[in-house]
């Protein structure tokens, strides 16, 4: 069971198919653009939109709004410190305002970062600040019935392969926990231990992207034989303990609607993020958020590593994944925390990649049901290769179903899992979409699309 209660509620309106179809036309067959009351049940992120609890409310009401020094600081730093071990504590207004911080002060032109895989955000940060970007993932993550238990982890040997190719120019390593680009699949403590050996063995940083790390070190407890019988807050402990630095979107585990932080113990780096955090973001001891925020912040660094909401959130999870996948639907697996995948391509394999199969199935599923994903996929990935003129999709095309945490039931979610499957035993009527428009960067935000052959 949902081991919560409601006492605020939030009705969602039922709409029709006729409906849903003017919707995803106005919005130009990209369910991004669309408004969120016309989504039934929104899967799209499970980033800020978490349901708050009574203890975070509580917090918040007591903030304390100072201009700078605020007491709301003081001890959302103090519980940071506690957690993370690092001594300076940089809060962001997100997590990508933390990556864009760390690029513009310690990135140069020509620095190499290696990779887990980075997320999208976090590669367009860095490369924008001229580093190129190499993700090293290993080789079962790319095989979507491969049942490894830690598909998120760097592979090692490329790593150290490539922080000797790079020897000066390897700037940053970051692992990103759990590994959300390629279906949220953890990294096992032993790997991020390697990797720390070897990063420091080459004098190279280590950072985390912890976005989700309350997830991997549960994730550590059921799989790593080494972890049986660790809470994941010790877990997360240890993690934390083998990197240089991290960076953390708080509106994933960290239950928050808004709000980031970094923390790591390098002065020069400190010093240099924190003159960028003034100049675009906000003063050092707010970075950017009220404190209300940063209240908010507090109570979850404690709340997300909670047994009972961590167990419950991977159950679910899994059953409505287990579900998809008695229904015959091509899932990938193992299932992590935060969402299940499906993939596009064997979902659809009458579309062809440029026919966005992934993408085309988010929008026959919003058509069929009024459920919203989000494509991590041949929108979000494909590169048109400037040499060749030719696309170069990503290895994996898939839908991502992001559960938003202490939000929906488990009668939502077989609601999800009924449409799901229905529409898989008509898969061969999912249309296939084309880009009317295509943005420079992040196309999946903005981009707008026509069904292939009209209508
Ligand atoms: C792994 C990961 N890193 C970074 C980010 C960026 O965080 P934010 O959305 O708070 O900017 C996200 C989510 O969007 C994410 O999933």
Known sequence: MEPYRSRVVEPIRVTTRAEREEYIRAAGYNPFLLAAEQVMIDLVTDSGTSALSVAQWAAMHGSDESFTGSRSFEKFQEVARELFGHRHVIPTHQGRAAEHLLAQAVLRPGDVVLANTLFATTRQNFEEAGATCRDLPIREALVRGSDHPFKGNIDLKALEAELAAAGERARLVVLTV??????????????????????????????????????????????????????????????????????????KDGLGNVGGVMALDDDTWAEAIRHRLLVSEGIP??????????????????????????????????????????????????FGAHAVYIDGRAFCPHLPDEQLPAWSLSVALYLESGVRGWETGNVMMGRLDPATGQWRWPE???????????????????????????????????????????????????????PVGGG
């Open 178 to 251: 759990t590994d959300n680009s390629r279906g949220g699949q953890p990294v096992a403590l032993a790997n991020i231990r390697s990797a720390s050996e070897l990063c420091r063995r080459q004098r190279v940083p280590l950072w985390l992207d912890a976005a989700r790390v309350a997830e991997n070190s549960f994730l550590n407890t059921l799989r790593a034989p080494e972890c049986a019988g660790m809470t994941a807050r010790q877990v997360a402990r240890e993690t934390f303990a083998l990197v240089d630095g991290l960076f953390m979107s708080m509106k």
């Open 285 to 334: 001891s707010a970075g950017g958020l009220a404190g209300r925020d940063l209240e908010c912040m507090r109570v979850a660094l404690d709340e997300m590593f909670d047994a009972d909401h961590l167990a419950y959130r991977i159950e679910a999870t899994a059953a409505l994944g287990q579900e998809l996948e008695q229904a015959g639907v091509p899932v990938l697996t193992p």
């Open 396 to 450: 994996l095309d898939l839908l991502r179903l992001a559960i938003p945490r202490r939000v929906y039931s488990q009668s939502h979610l077989a609601y999800v899992a009924r449409a799901v499957g229905e529409l898989f035993e008509r898969r061969s009527e999912v249309r296939g979409l084309r880009f009317v428009y295509r943005p420079p960067a992040l196309p999946q935000f903005i981009a707008r699309f026509e």
